[in-house]
């Protein structure tokens, strides 16, 4: 027990939240859902520097008994897998808030902020929750607000991308729900008492068919979030429709939710079928890569154009993951940090646009440079970030994750690089298509450029990707111990599936052995 | 003559003190009314919900105490206490949307709180059953009130039209009910449910005259749940019904009805759990499916919770088909979550009803959450709970017959539960789409207020909600020791004892 740390960075914002919602005056709340925002940050930086280098174990864990009938705990603990993620996502809330106060909502600002503190308590639960139904709970609250943000604040077709939204993830998410009660159960059966305990259920033994059938509900509900491709379909819609700060949560922190459990759950828990799996998801992931890259290149709309780089840059977090090495894992909890940092900003910037104009559409625009510099300066910094270029962050984690995919199957990562070649034209050529050239329409000359307000917003955003491009090693360093401990049963169950074909191909080899090998019976997945 | 021996009638009213207050409180206010004018029936509806009170004080002291009485016809157990319970705070949530309800309508006040004082004795009466006579008599008495109170809006031809296609429908499945029970008498040679359960248990299982009994009692049950193919009659009652009733049907006729489901199938006919889950199984997989379809298409809210409640009976037969001790336990807790969401959802309707001149389509819910910000936030509440969202009850009720189901190795059906959950996601949301995210055409209309009786209803049902979903562990024992202390009840059933 650790006073309570982590609680408060949970459900502070929830507090903040409710009392927003009694301010009476639109400034006050915009002024104290900020000033709420700033205490989960404080306090997040608080646990980065407290954070023990050494550990591999859930710090700063908290552990109460809630539904003692069903083994349910309430119980948070924070490890290196967590730690930044839940820097990015209170550094990200604060941001959007401070930008949304600045004249992008105007329309029921109390709800707004609101929705926004009880998704910030849903996104930093999920990350915190070592217990499977705590998680569950969480994951499905962090659906609730974002809902509400798309569907009340949104654009164009806003209802229909909030339900596609809604329903999308609804679907995993129960399915995911069965498979982790159907789990739990079969901890029961051999542990002789429920828990949902993420700690206890990594040691249930499983037969071979239980764990794909369970791998596969799992996989799916995180898939659909991340989204890999052929799942990805609500997010170009979501992301589009929603308002600036939405896409900004939606793109920098939510879909990490979905990378963030598979490495927390659907492989330490089901390593051996996560082994199996590697061909598949390597193969989606690169399908993804430069499916996303390619639809983006051809996108008119500036921010439709950012939500397809998403699902490449997100392929590159899965290719990372599923080449199930340090330097790959690591690449791809940085490439998510990346994708927060970098597509915010994307996202940000193009609000930024869109509240001038009104449009974001890349013809009505052309020849910026001349009527914003500072906007364009900005925008510049940004875009090559995203685009990967070394010194700036994008460049540590497809580098790191390119590395350890080499190891793993270099054809992949060979195709994963025409990604980031596409990556770099999409953005540049869009950047040349908005920025310079001659200004075309009229009213682009007299724009006005950032505001104190808005450059605030971007000096963070900017400064962490100078940081994190040129000095990775502090957040590496948090990462690497618990990046290890989580690729250790898969580490096993890559030795025992080796073994298993040697001794095939040894028997095969003798001719004792039947034609076609004989079923595996009842393999153990038990880690250590 | 022998002399009365005193003591032993105490003995035997006490156990059904509740119901005798519940009783007489409904000819006190039948009597009453005589004096009072139809316009001004506020004060018998403060009258029932007093004797509502008495009742539930008294059945309170009832809990954890077990025996039989009349002979086995009466059996108290914590399941009769916990289901008294709950349909006690039913009917009376139930009279607090009624208060102005009733005079705005024009509804004889005194007839009207009469006949739901009447309906809530046989709701408690089959919750207290011990052979199925009595289950019977309750389901009567019961039933028989509430086709007259959904008939009560007397020049409103959609109510004239409910009632009758309640009644017509009604009384033929009480035939097939009645019929069910005259089999197993044949069958078994007794009524009553002890003795049922301990033939059963001696190889009654391959009995064809049993089968049928039972198959009977199913569709019996499954009319008054609203289980497909039974729920015909469920949309047209539900919208034509005023909405107070409406609220009572889907909460309190449920909550009755399950009571006796549960106590003759989980409890008595447990034994031959194999030979009725199969039937089960099929009708939960039916229920759930066609009224999460259904209710997709509907625009009226009345109706469109008339479909969620059949959707809803839908995963209660998935909590019967499961059986065992955890599944009873689970049914028992959903239908508390249940009961309070859908209390609430229906406070609301009613208030929104007949303070803002809206009506019942779904379309008039557009920019609500402007009007009535409140209204429209505790709307939301209660609609994410019945969609199954955590941490509310709904959701809570939900995992836990999930639960029960996959430990008796059901994923099939929990798979098909689940699917159905992502379906009604989509019509409940589609609520809360129209009340934040359209812009209703009557922004001029003033913002509605709702009356005090009827603001305590829906933050009462929006606590009880939040509660017991968030802190479900008291309720879930509170569900399990009833189940288990009708459990034990059905074994001991031979003695007569009550401390």
């Known amino acids: 027990m650790s006073g309570g740390l982590l609680t408060a960075?949970?459900?502070?914002?929830?507090?903040?939240?409710?009392?927003?919602?009694?301010?009476?005056?639109?400034?006050?709340?915009?002024?104290?859902?900020?000033?709420?925002?700033?205490?989960?940050?404080?306090?997040?930086?608080?646990?980065?520097?407290?954070?023990?280098?050494?550990?591999a174990d859930f710090q700063f864990a908290e552990q109460y008994d809630w539904i003692p009938r069903f083994g349910i705990s309430y119980h948070l603990g924070?490890?290196?897998?967590?730690?930044?993620?839940?820097?990015?996502?209170?550094?990200?809330?604060?941001?959007?808030?401070?930008?949304?106060?600045?004249?992008?909502?105007?329309?029921?600002?109390?709800?707004?902020?609101f929705f926004m503190l009880v998704l910030e308590t849903g996104l930093l639960g999920t990350l915190l929750s070592i217990d499977v139904f705590l998680f569950y709970v969480f994951w499905e609250i962090m659906l609730i607000p974002m809902y509400f943000l798309i569907g009340i604040w949104g654009h164009g077709r806003k209802v229909y991308a909030a339900i596609k939204f809604v329903l999308f993830t609804m679907t995993g998410s129960l399915l995911m729900l069965a498979a982790i009660i159907y789990l739990v159960l079969q901890a029961r059966h051999a542990f002789g008492r429920l828990s949902f305990d993420l700690q206890l259920l990594y040691q249930v033994p499983l037969s071979e068919t239980q764990a794909r059938w369970l791998f596969a509900a799992f996989a799916l509900a995180f898939a659909i979030k991340v989204p890999m491709w052929p799942l990805h379909t609500w997010l170009p819609d979501a992301h589009t429709e929603a308002p600036t700060a939405g896409s900004v949560i939606l793109a920098g922190v939510m879909l990490k939710m979905g990378a963030y459990g598979f490495l927390r759950f659907a492989i330490p828990l089901f390593p051996t079928v996560a082994v199996e799996a590697v061909p598949l998801f390597l193969a989606l992931a690169v399908i993804g890569i430069i499916y996303g890259a390619l639809v983006a290149m051809v996108q008119p709309d500036l921010k439709r154009l950012v939500a397809y780089s998403s699902v490449s840059h997100l392929g590159f977090v899965m290719l990372g993951m599923f080449a199930l090495d340090p330097q790959g894992v690591t690449g791809s909890i940085y490439q998510m940090l990346n994708h927060g940092v970098s597509t915010g900003g994307l996202f940000l910037l193009v609000g930024m646009l869109y509240m001038r104009r009104h449009t974001r559409e890349i013809s009505e625009f052309g020849g910026l440079w001349k009527s914003v510099p500072v906007y364009a300066a900005i925008f510049m910094v940004v875009m090559l970030s995203s685009a990967g270029l070394p010194g700036l962050n994008g460049f540590v984690g497809e580098f790191l994750i390119l590395l350890g995919t080499f190891l793993r199957n270099w054809i992949a990562a060979a195709f994963a690089v025409s990604g980031v070649v596409l990556g770099a034209l999409y953005l540049l050529w869009t950047y040349e298509r908005v920025m310079f050239g001659p200004i075309t329409k009229a009213v682009n000359e007299t724009i006005r450029d950032l505001t104190g307000r808005e450059i605030a917003v971007m000096i963070p955003v900017m400064a962490l990707m100078l940081f994190m491009g040129l000095y990775?090693?502090?957040?590496?360093?948090?990462?690497?111990?618990?990046?290890?401990?989580?690729?250790?049963?898969?580490?096993?169950?890559?030795?025992?599936?080796?073994?298993?074909r040697i001794d095939r191909d040894r028997a095969l080899a003798q001719g004792t052995a039947p034609a076609r090998a004989p079923k595996p019976s009842a393999l153990t997945v038990a880690a250590q | 003559m022998t002399p009365l021996n005193l003591a032993a009638i105490n003995f035997a009213w006490l156990p059904i003190l509740p119901l005798l207050i519940v009783a007489v409180a409904a000819m006190v206010v039948l009597l009453a009314g005589l004096r009072v004018d139809e316009e001004e029936s506020e004060g018998l509806g403060w009258l029932t919900l007093a004797s509502l009170g008495i009742a539930f004080i008294f059945a309170l002291g009832l809990v954890g105490r077990t025996g039989v009485a009349f002979a086995g016809a009466i059996s108290?157990?914590?399941?009769?206490?916990?289901?008294?319970?709950?349909?006690?705070?039913?009917?009376?949530?139930?009279?607090?949307?009624?208060?102005?309800?009733?005079?705005?309508?024009?509804?004889?006040?005194?007839?009207?709180?009469?006949?739901?004082?009447?309906?809530?004795?046989?709701?408690?009466?089959?919750?207290?059953?011990?052979?199925?006579?009595?289950?019977?008599l309750g389901l009567e008495t019961m039933s028989l009130a509430v086709y007259v109170l959904v008939g009560m809006r007397?020049?409103?031809?959609?109510?004239?039209?409910?009632?009758?296609?309640?009644?017509?429908?009604?009384?033929?499945?009480?035939?097939?009910?009645?019929?069910?029970?005259?089999?197993?008498?044949?069958a078994t040679g007794t009524i009553k449910l002890g003795p049922i359960h301990a033939a059963l248990a001696s190889n009654m299982a391959s009995n064809h005259l049993l089968m049928l009994g039972l198959a009977m009692l199913v569709v019996g049950f499954g009319f008054k749940i609203a289980a497909v193919p039974f729920h015909m009659w469920t949309p047209d009652v539900y919208e034509g019904a005023p909405t107070p009733i409406t609220a009572f049907m889907a909460v309190g006729v449920k909550l009755g009805a399950f009571a006796g489901f549960v106590r003759v199938f989980l409890i008595n006919f447990g034994p031959v759990s194999s030979h009725w889950a199969i039937a089960l199984w099929v009708l939960a997989a039916l229920t759930m499916t066609v009224g999460n379809l259904i209710a997709i298409v509907q625009t009226n809210i009345k109706r469109m919770l008339a479909y969620s409640a059949i959707a809803h009976a839908g995963y209660l037969l998935v909590g019967m088909t499961a059986a065992g001790p955890q599944a009873g336990s689970a049914v028992l807790y959903y239908l508390l979550a249940y009961a309070v969401t859908n209390l609430g959802a229906f406070a609301v309707v009613v208030a929104l009803e007949h303070r803002a001149s809206i009506s019942d389509e779904i379309s008039d819910y557009r920019g609500l959450s402007r009007r009535a910000p409140a209204l429209a936030a505790a709307m939301t509440i209660f609609l994410l709970s019945l969609a199954g969202v955590p941490p509310l009850a709904g959701f809570m009720g939900k995992f836990y017959i999930f639960s029960a189901a996959l430990s008796a190795g059901y994923v099939g059906l929990?798979?098909?539960?689940?699917?159905?959950?992502?379906?009604?996601?989509?019509?409940?949301?589609?609520?809360?789409?129209?009340?934040?995210?359209?812009?209703?055409a009557g922004l001029e209309l003033a913002r509605v207020a709702a009356k005090p009786a009827l603001v305590?209803?829906?933050?009462?049902?929006?606590?009880?909600?939040?509660?017991?979903?968030?802190?479900?562990?008291?309720?879930?024992?509170?569900?399990?020791?009833?189940?288990?202390?009708?459990?034990?009840?059905?074994t001991i059933h031979t003695a007569a004892l009550l401390p």
Request: hydrophobic share 55%.
């Open chain 1, 9 to 55: 960075i949970v459900f502070v914002p929830l507090l903040g939240g409710l009392f927003v919602l009694m301010q009476r005056e639109d400034r006050a709340a915009w002024n104290s859902a900020f000033i709420f925002s700033l205490i989960p940050l404080a306090l997040s930086f608080y646990l980065f520097a407290k954070f023990d280098l050494h550990s």
């Open chain 1, 78 to 113: 924070v490890d290196g897998i967590s730690l930044l993620l839940v820097l990015l996502t209170t550094i990200l809330i604060s941001l959007s808030l401070l930008y949304s106060g600045g004249g992008d909502i105007e329309e029921r600002p109390r709800e707004f902020c």
């Open chain 1, 472 to 500: 990775p090693k502090p957040l590496i360093d948090r990462m690497e111990p618990s990046v290890e401990k989580m690729l250790a049963p898969v580490h096993i169950a890559e030795v025992r599936l080796e073994q298993k």
């Open chain 2, 76 to 136: 108290v157990d914590g399941f009769s206490a916990f289901f008294q319970l709950v349909i006690l705070i039913t009917a009376a949530f139930v009279v607090l949307m009624s208060l102005d309800y009733a005079g705005e309508n024009r509804l004889p006040g005194a007839e009207y709180y009469s006949l739901l004082l009447f309906a809530t004795l046989g709701m408690m009466l089959m919750a207290t059953a011990g052979d199925l006579i009595i289950i019977f």
């Open chain 2, 154 to 186: 007397r020049r409103d031809p959609r109510s004239n039209e409910a009632a009758m296609k309640y009644f017509l429908l009604g009384a033929f499945s009480t035939g097939f009910l009645l019929y069910g029970i005259a089999l197993i008498y044949g």
């Open chain 2, 414 to 440: 929990v798979v098909i539960a689940v699917l159905n959950s992502v379906t009604s996601a989509y019509y409940y949301f589609y609520v809360i789409v129209a009340m934040y995210m359209e812009e209703g």
């Open chain 2, 456 to 490: 305590a209803a829906i933050g009462l049902a929006l606590f009880a909600t939040i509660v017991v979903g968030v802190y479900p562990e008291p309720y879930m024992s509170a569900a399990a020791s009833a189940y288990q202390s009708a459990l034990n009840a059905g």
